[in-house]
């Protein structure tokens, strides 16, 4: 069974160091490329976007964009 046929999509409030699951289910967009990602596979967010990121490097990119709009 694929892990993601254990529900929907979830909803987060993203914390330090960890997050809390506001809506269940098995895994949250990537902010950026709109990828699924499982819950359990989760290691990258912002706690001030409250935004998920697939990866370091997705998430990297982001900080950089949103650095250079300010």
Sequence with gaps: MNRMENG???????GTPDFQV???GAYVRC???GEA???DL???WSVER???YVDGETS???EMDVAGKS
């Design 50 to 52: 409250q935004e998920a």
């Design 37 to 39: 990602i499982p819950l």
């Design 31 to 33: 902010a950026v490329t």
């Design 60 to 62: 990297f990119r982001r």
């Design 22 to 24: 506001v809506r269940p």
């Design 8 to 14: 929907g999509e979830a909803k987060l409030r993203y």
């Design 42 to 44: 989760l290691r990258y």
